[in-house]
C-alpha cells in the first residue's frame, strides 16, 4: 500500500497527474525534437479518458459475468495511458507530421497542468506539516 494514500486519496491522484504528465512532457519532447526528421511520425500520449474512468470508477465491465477482467481502468494504480503514432498522409514536403506550432501549445497545456499539481500537492503537504507541528 502506497504511504501516501493513508492520508488522503487526493495524494494518490496528484501523484498519478504528475507521473503521467511527464510522461506526456517526453512525448511532446520527442516530437520537437524530431520536428526536421524526415519520415518522423508524432506521437500522442493519451491519458485522460482512462484516469477519468479511474477517478469515477466507471472502468467498463463486461455485462456477462462481474467476475470478468475489467476493461479500461478501474483504479488509479492501473492508468498507463498510450502512445499512439500517426504518419503524415498529405504526401507533401519530406512526410514529418510534426507542426511545431501544435507541439508547444500541447506543451505549455501540459506543463500548465503539471504546474498546478505540484501547488496542490505542496499545499496539501504543508497543511499536513502545520498538522503535525500542532498548529504552530
Do not use: C, W
Not at 492520508?7 to 491522484?13: A, E, P, R
Amino acid at each position: 500500500m502506497d504511504r501516501l494514500s493513508l492520508f488522503d486519496s487526493n495524494f494518490h491522484l496528484l501523484k498519478k497527474t504528475l507521473d503521467l504528465r511527464s510522461a506526456n512532457q517526453r512525448v511532446i519532447a520527442a516530437n520537437i525534437a524530431n520536428a526536421d526528421t524526415p519520415g518522423y511520425a508524432p506521437a500522442r500520449f493519451e491519458f485522460e479518458q482512462e484516469l477519468q474512468q479511474a477517478i469515477h470508477g466507471k472502468g467498463l465491465t463486461p455485462a456477462t459475468h462481474p467476475g470478468h477482467i475489467p476493461i479500461g481502468a478501474s483504479d488509479l494504480d492501473s492508468v498507463t495511458g498510450t502512445i499512439t503514432k500517426t504518419q503524415d498522409t498529405t504526401g507533401i514536403g519530406d512526410q514529418n507530421g510534426v507542426s511545431v506550432d501544435q507541439e508547444m501549445l500541447n506543451l505549455s497545456k501540459n506543463e500548465l497542468i503539471y504546474e498546478t499539481a505540484a501547488q496542490l500537492l505542496k499545499k496539501k503537504l504543508s497543511l499536513l506539516s502545520y498538522v503535525v507541528q500542532g498548529g504552530q
